[in-house]
């Protein structure tokens, strides 16, 4: 693959942001956010605001072909709304986005040539939403032509893949059974170019600025796990860091949305949580200016990051899939240990794995019927 920074065009981003009025101060405050991202995660080599801010002043913009598929635009939305100060600023004037369906002023004849201009020369592409193959592709056309044949040719001059988003990664809902419209990921089709995959159901806004960043501050494409994920988001289990954790430990949880423990925020295991198996960095980056995220909202993990996860984690509000003979605790141990893969084994990963055992030991009352957000009532996982 071309070095992504070949395909800069002029002025460069410090000309940029100083024609732009964005100041050093705070585009110091951006990278410094930058630097702690990359210092979180492993796979990402350290770095200082400065070095960062220095990298990133010096490289010229991207053209960028942005593409909008089978998807909800949930993720466009996570981008365009991380919310910090300079952050959305910065991101923007990171980038040529030549191309986007929600966000570009042309329609028709003129979108499709500033696609076709874009898509003649070296860029970087970033797909949101999946790609559907049943019925010769109907499901999803843009200008007369299937979301495969449009990704097929956007690719072609692509310098950097980026599949943003659980659809366009694995298809996600879309392709969950039945899979009416026969949808894929980005890379079921694009098999001869790495496809990064920046996973979630809407990814992190943060974590897709990141990774756009790390494209141009490196000359490569930043270490990935074995599901393409960059490693600096996505090497650390949500249950290692989630602050409901001692709680989880203690043998404290919530088995009803309305009952004592959960106003006390007591771990939503029980209730179905997926931290135990979904590696993402949502407990510390959040959304919305670091607002809140699910699990701090009192909501359980559906554990958008990984895999297949709307198959895989359903029926949300009951505990991990069901898996005979084990109980819920050796369950996700289980699925925890399929999911880390040898490429993201950590020191963290053990260390929430033996406490997933030692809380076997005093595992809390079973038996009890769940009662959440309209489901009906059912057991436990056996
Ligand atoms: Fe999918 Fe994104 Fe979920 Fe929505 O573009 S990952 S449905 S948040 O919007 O693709």
Not at 114 to 129: F, K, M, R, S
Not at 230 to 238: C, E, H, K, S
Request: net charge negative.
């Amino acid at each position: 693959m071309a070095n992504p920074v070949d395909v800069w065009a002029e002025p460069t981003l410090g000309e940029n942001l100083a024609r732009a009025g964005v100041t050093r101060r705070d585009f110091l405050a951006f990278c410094g956010a930058l630097a702690g991202f990359f210092a979180l995660g492993a796979g990402a080599p350290r770095a200082s605001a400065e070095d960062i801010a220095d990298k990133l002043a010096a490289v010229t913009k991207p053209n960028v072909v942005w593409l909008q598929l089978q998807e909800c635009t949930g993720c466009m939305e996570s981008t365009l709304r991380s919310g910090g100060t300079t952050v959305e600023e910065v991101v923007l004037r990171l980038l040529s986005v030549n191309y986007n369906e929600l966000v570009m002023a042309a329609a028709g004849d003129g979108a499709n040539k500033a696609l076709a201009d874009t898509n003649a020369e070296p860029h970087i592409l970033v797909v949101n939403g999946s790609i559907p193959l049943k019925d010769d592709g109907i499901y999803c056309t843009i200008g007369g032509e299937s979301a495969e044949e449009v990704l097929r040719t956007s690719a072609e001059n692509a310098t950097a893949i980026l599949a943003v988003g659980a659809c366009a990664v694995w298809g996600s809902v879309q392709a969950s059974r039945p899979n009416p419209t026969g949808a894929v990921g980005v890379d079921a089709i694009i098999r001869d170019k790495p496809v990064i995959n920046v996973a979630g159901c809407p990814p992190i806004g943060e974590v897709i600025t990141a990774t756009v960043a790390y494209l141009l501050m490196h000359d490569d494409v930043p270490k990935t796990d074995a599901e393409s994920r960059p490693l600096f988001a996505y090497d650390q289990r949500i249950h290692d860091s989630c602050p409901r954790r001692a709680h989880f430990d203690a043998g404290q949880y919530v088995r009803s949305f309305d009952d004592e423990a959960a106003r006390n925020g007591w771990c939503l295991y029980e209730v179905g949580c997926k931290g135990p198996s979904t590696f993402s960095a949502c407990p510390v980056f959040q959304w919305n200016l670091h607002t809140s995220w699910p699990i701090g909202a009192g909501h359980p993990c559906i554990g958008c990051t990984e895999k297949d996860f709307f198959d895989r984690f359903t029926p949300f509000y009951q505990v991990l899939p069901n898996v005979r003979g084990f109980g819920v605790e050796a369950t996700a141990e289980k699925i925890g240990w399929g999911l880390v893969g040898a490429t993201v084994a950590g020191v963290a990963v053990h260390a929430g794995l033996t406490a997933i055992r030692h809380a076997a030991s005093r595992k809390s009352e079973e038996g009890e019927p769940l009662h959440a957000f309209g489901d009906e009532p059912h057991g436990k996982a056996e």
